[in-house]
């Protein structure tokens, strides 16, 4: 059983920037692939990145913005978010699977954490 916890989310103006980050307990970190998903209000929740190994996948919203990266030593991923837009307002949150080649696909995810809410303002 693996918890997550979700840190960071906050306000923040249009094209400023902030790193999010989940840590985890309960399982082997290295082992996991680790991906991010936001929710908006009113919209599906959807993929955002990730990261198996050292291996990064990025949603094409993110790519050239967000920075997936994992601290083994400290069973955390971080999200860094850069040149945030309104459109990137929404609940983010982090996700665990020991096994899954789903990395963009919410059901590839056992595990969840409680997400971490980001607001732009224009």
């Known amino acids: 059983q693996v918890q997550l916890a979700e840190s960071g989310g906050e306000l923040v103006q249009a094209g400023g920037s902030l790193r999010l980050s989940c840590a985890a307990s309960?399982?082997?970190?290295?082992?996991?692939?680790m991906g991010w998903f936001r929710q908006a209000p009113g919209k599906e929740r959807e993929f955002v990145a990730a990261i198996r190994w050292n291996i990064p996948y990025y949603a094409d919203s993110a790519k050239g913005r967000f920075t997936i990266s994992r601290d083994n030593a400290k069973n955390t991923v971080y999200l860094q978010m850069n040149s945030l837009k309104p459109e990137d307002t929404a609940v983010y949150y982090c996700?665990?699977?020991?096994?899954?080649?789903?990395?963009?696909?919410?059901?590839?995810?056992?595990?969840w954490g409680q997400g971490t809410q980001v607001t732009v303002s224009s």
């Open positions: 309960g399982g082997t970190f290295s082992r996991y692939v």
């Open positions: 996700a665990a699977d020991l096994f899954t080649t789903l990395v963009t696909d919410q059901k590839g995810y056992d595990y």
